[in-house]
């Protein structure tokens, strides 16, 4: 790791470790579906997926607000003095700490709470594995916090040390665990056991870069910027965990783990796509620094496209071919759904709410939000009883309706704060491949181009 010193850059490593987390899922996802080895049902990868949905859909929203509130934050603010060594600890990684913590315990109490009367499936069972579930909930929604306690402190190498190691314990002990029979609850404790480790290590970087002081004055600065990045957060990132919950209450256990396998958007663009927007935050803070933030943010933006735009249709021309091999034949109607998803890069590569956000213009972006979880449940009304396409037309009314967002933010960067689009989006390749990978998808939808 020592060889990577110098060489990495705080905002890959930070994508390395949204990459990272998404292959190691993507592969115990495969080796579930391998009944031949595992001994798996459908049932069963249904149960586990449905455990995933449920501690993402009720932690997404207030996790991404608190953490993307907690950077520009971060030494620049009113309630704590500056710190002019880089050795100092900061009391507010403590708080941010605390916040996390209080959202954590107080979601997994509404879940054991009312275990008993949420049902899921056609056949109104309970919800399973309710006690793993609270503890896996705890867990896994406070150490998030690790990845940005590094980056704060500009430690790249660090995040991908910690990453690498986690990941790699994560994918030998779940995958190892239903490939020994031991079943699928086994392999939901062995998912614990590492958060548990996670958790560990959370608190050693607490006692070494936090300030144990505690300011209610800052935790409620903190939630007055935070609270309209949650909220946004909360109606933004909503329609897929609604769609998965639409799915979960009107299907079975094995077809919803069909819909869930191809419900997904590309990790690679999502994952790449925050990291690059977290990275950012900061640099977004002062007046100062606008020019060359969005000198950084056209040119990284770009790189970016010129990667995930190509392979996102490489992927869209293979999806069916890439579902069958590497899950199996049962999921391969999952292709379908997963290819509308794909359109979603179009919307990530741009970049208008980063400004925003780094500029604490949070309830803008609020207001989006808004506009689209109303337009986004119009345009999915629209597909469904108008259109034959179903499922698969939720996911294009979501796809739509997030491109429309983006607009809405450009479209405010330029007229109330005069920065035009084309300061930080390199618009002509943007317009290029947007257009190709639509052009694409008309075409495999009118089964002019098919590749299995």
């Known amino acids: 790791m020592n ?25 115990i996802s495969s080796v579930f579906t391998k009944q031949n080895l595992t001994h798996l049902t459908k049932n069963e990868i249904g149960d586990f997926e449905l455990m995933m949905l449920l501690s993402a859909a009720l932690s997404y929203f207030w996790v991404t607000g608190i953490i993307q509130t907690f950077l520009p934050l971060y030494n620049n603010n009113n309630i704590f003095a500056k710190r002019t060594h880089f050795r100092e600890k900061s009391p507010e990684i403590f708080n941010t700490f ?61 995040i991908i040390n910690y990453v690498l190691w986690t990941t790699t314990a994560q994918l030998a002990m779940v995958c190892g665990a239903v490939i020994l029979k031991l079943g699928i609850e086994t392999a939901i404790w062995a998912l614990i056991a590492v958060s548990v480790v996670r958790f560990i ?68 663009s999502k994952d790449l796509s925050n990291g690059l927007n977290n990275a950012m935050l900061r640099e977004f803070s002062t007046p100062e620094k606008m020019r060359r933030a969005m000198y950084d943010l056209k040119k990284k933006s770009l790189k970016l496209m010129h990667y995930l735009f190509p392979l996102s249709i490489i992927v869209m021309l293979c999806s069916k071919l890439i579902f069958i091999n590497l899950f199996s034949s049962d999921f391969s109607r999952s292709a379908d759904i997963f290819m509308v998803y794909l359109l979603m890069v179009i919307s990530r590569l741009v970049f208008p709410q980063t400004i925003l956000i780094g500029l604490q213009k949070t309830r803008i972006v609020f207001l989006a939000s808004v506009f689209e979880i109303v337009l986004n449940i119009t345009a999915s009304l629209w597909f469904i009883y108008y259109t034959d396409r179903g499922l698969v037309g939720i996911a294009l009314g979501t796809a739509l309706v997030h491109a429309l967002e983006k607009i809405f933010l450009i479209a405010y960067n330029y007229y109330k704060l005069k920065i035009p689009p084309k300061a930080y989006i390199p618009i002509w390749w943007f317009l290029f491949y947007s257009l190709l990978i639509t052009t694409v998808f008309v075409l495999i939808d009118r089964n002019i181009i098919t590749i299995y």
């Open 201 to 268: 290590w959370l608190l050693v970087l607490l006692e070494r870069y936090a300030e144990f002081r505690f300011s209610f004055n800052y935790i409620k600065t903190h939630l007055r910027f935070g609270m309209p990045l949650i909220m946004s957060s909360l109606l933004s990132g909503s329609s897929q965990y609604i769609d998965g919950f639409v799915a979960s209450w009107t299907l079975t256990a094995d077809r919803f783990a069909t819909f869930r396998y191809g419900a997904k958007e590309l990790p690679f």
């Open 98 to 158: 605390l916040l996390l913590a209080f959202f954590s315990i107080g979601f997994a109490l509404l879940i054991f709470i009312f275990r008993n009367n949420i049902y899921v499936y056609k056949d109104l069972r309970a919800v399973p594995y309710v006690i793993p579930l609270v503890i896996y909930f705890i867990l896994s929604n406070t150490t998030p916090l690790i990845e940005y306690i590094y980056y704060v402190r500009n430690r790249p190498y660090q």
């Open 3 to 27: 060889k990577l010193k110098g060489k990495v850059n705080i905002i890959f490593s930070l994508q390395f470790s949204q990459i990272a987390r998404f292959i190691t899922f993507l592969i």
